[in-house]
C-alpha cells in the first residue's frame, strides 16, 4: 500500500472519529436547511424564480463549504506543531511528500461529504426544472477546482505558520478577500473588473456558474474563467506537496 494511503487513512479517522468532520458538515447542512427554506416559503424571496434560487444555494453551498475545508487545512501543520503531534509523525518512516498529499487528500474529504449533503438542497429547489442536472455537475467540477485550490492555499499558510490562530486567521482573510468581489454588482462589465474576476479564483468560479445557470450561457462560452481556479490547483497543491521536506518541520519554515 502507498505510504500516502496510510498517512490519508489515519487523518481521515481523526477528521471524522474526532468530532470536527460531523460538527462542521451538520452546521453546513444547518444553514443550507435554512437557505432552502427560506428561498421555498418566505414572501421576502418568493420573487426568485427557480434557476435564482438554485444558483443562490449553489454559491452558498460552495463558499461555506470552502471554509470549512479551509478551517481543517489551516489547522493541518501548525495545529499540529501547536499540540506538539508532529514530531511523532515525522518519526514515523514515511517521506514528507506523503505525509502532504495524505493529509491534502483527507482533508477534501471533508468538501466531498459538503457536495453530498448539498445534494437535496438542489433537488428540493430545482427538481421541476431543467437546471438540476446543470446544478449537480457544476458544484462537483467547479466547486470541487475551488476548494482544491483554496484548501491548497490553507495548507501552504499552516505550513508556515507556527501559530494556529495565526494560520487560521490568514486563511479566513484570503478567502474573505476572495469572495468580497464576488458580491459587487456589475463587476465583470469594465476591463479592469473582468480581470479582477479572471485573476480570482473563487470570483472567476462563481462567475462561470452564475453565466450558465441564469444567463443560459452554453458550457463552452465562458470555459475561460475556470482557467484561474485550474492554476490555483496546479500550483497550490504541486508547491504544498514538492516543498514538503522544507514545510513539513517541527518549526515553520523560513526563507
Known sequence: MNRWVVVARQEIRD????????????????????????????????????????NL????????????????????ISGERERHTLEALLLTPVPRRDIALGKLVSTLTLWAACVVVSMPYLWVLGRSTAVLGQAV?????????????????????????????????VSLFVLLALFAPTQLPGMPKSWVGDLLVRVNPLASGMHYLSALMLNRHTWRQD?????????????????????????????????
Not at 444555494?57 to 493541518?76: C, K, R, S
Open 15 to 54: 477528521l471524522w472519529l474526532g468530532g470536527r468532520g460531523p460538527t462542521l458538515v451538520f452546521a453546513f447542512s444547518v444553514l443550507l436547511s435554512a437557505m432552502t427554506y427560506l428561498s421555498a416559503t418566505n414572501r421576502g424571496l418568493n420573487f426568485l424564480e427557480q434557476r435564482e434560487a438554485v
Open 57 to 76: 444555494t449553489l454559491q452558498v453551498a460552495i463558499a461555506v463549504g470552502v471554509l470549512a475545508t479551509m478551517v481543517v487545512a489551516a489547522d493541518a
Open 137 to 169: 455537475v457544476l458544484i462537483a467540477l467547479v466547486g470541487t477546482l475551488v476548494a482544491v485550490g483554496l484548501t491548497g492555499v490553507a495548507l501552504l499558510v499552516s505550513a508556515l505558520s507556527d501559530s494556529n490562530k495565526t494560520s487560521l486567521a
Open 223 to 255: 470555459l475561460s474563467y475556470l482557467l484561474s481556479p485550474a492554476l490555483t490547483v496546479l500550483l497550490t497543491t504541486t508547491v504544498f506537496v514538492i516543498a514538503a521536506p522544507r514545510l513539513i518541520r517541527l518549526t515553520r519554515a523560513t526563507s
